[in-house]
């Protein structure tokens, strides 16, 4: 087991949803006090129950192979790096990491990222890599001067 989970004692009332999978679950990690279903623990790691901004970067650089950098910046979380300079927004609205008061698990802060990724390629019509390649390539001058001195 990848992750330690212990089930709730019996008698217990209302059913709670996997933190990383939001399945219904009676299995805890007791260090992070968050649920934890028994699929989850087999397969996912330790790291993957804290909220910073290392792990959710990390978390979309294994899922996407981008780099997200999301950072805080007046107390407002935005992305940023390559991918995120071609969204229509970077700003996500949010203002702390603490789930549960966000309801924003490690899996949803990805599914943020990978929305915005699917939106900007069905607006361009490109994959993110291929945007990414044309907004590296040097921009073509749109002034030529001929050897006249004149200005087109
Ligand atoms: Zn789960």
Known sequence: MTIKVSKEPSGLGQ???????SEPTRYWNLITNYPVCTDCAKTRKTWELTLTIQNI????????GLDSDLHKFFGIYYWGGKAASLFDEQCIHMTSLNYPTTKWNLDRWVEDFTYRIEQTEKEHGKTIQELITDSEKPH?????????????
Do not use: H, M, Q, Y
Not at 140 to 147: M, R
């Open 140 to 152: 073509k001058p749109n002034v030529v001067i001929d050897i006249s001195g004149r200005i087109f």
């Open 57 to 64: 970067n990390t978390a979309i650089k294994k899922a996407t």
């Open 15 to 21: 059913i709670e949803k996997c933190f990383l999978c």
